[in-house]
């Protein structure tokens, strides 16, 4: 038996929202679906369903970066993996 549902309002970013709407439309789905799948796994596993971790801080300057504009392009991707390393 499925009881009544509950509406609410939350605020989320818009890249991630659009872009996860654009997914859950492959498996037909809606926004209201996926939240409450998520939602019934966590109430089934006692917490979140996935690990949760803190970026690194090399991790967390990229993103600052990418952020303000600041990408760094590279010719190649021998380039990229290069820079990675250092």
Do not use: C, H
């Not at 991630?16 to 926004?31: G, T």
């Not at 504009?69 to 190649?76: I, L, N, P, R």
Request: hydrophobic share 40%.
């Amino acid at each position: 038996m499925i009881s009544a549902r509950r509406q609410t309002s939350i605020k989320v970013d818009p890249i991630a929202w659009d872009s996860a709407k654009e997914i859950f439309k492959e498996y037909n789905m809606s926004v209201s679906d996926a939240i409450n799948i998520f939602l019934n796994r966590v109430r089934l596993e006692g917490g979140l369903p996935f690990d949760v971790k803190v970026p690194t801080k090399q991790l967390q300057t990229a993103i600052d970066e990418a952020k303000r504009g600041e990408v760094t392009k590279f010719d190649s991707i021998e380039d990229m993996m290069s820079d990675l390393k250092s």
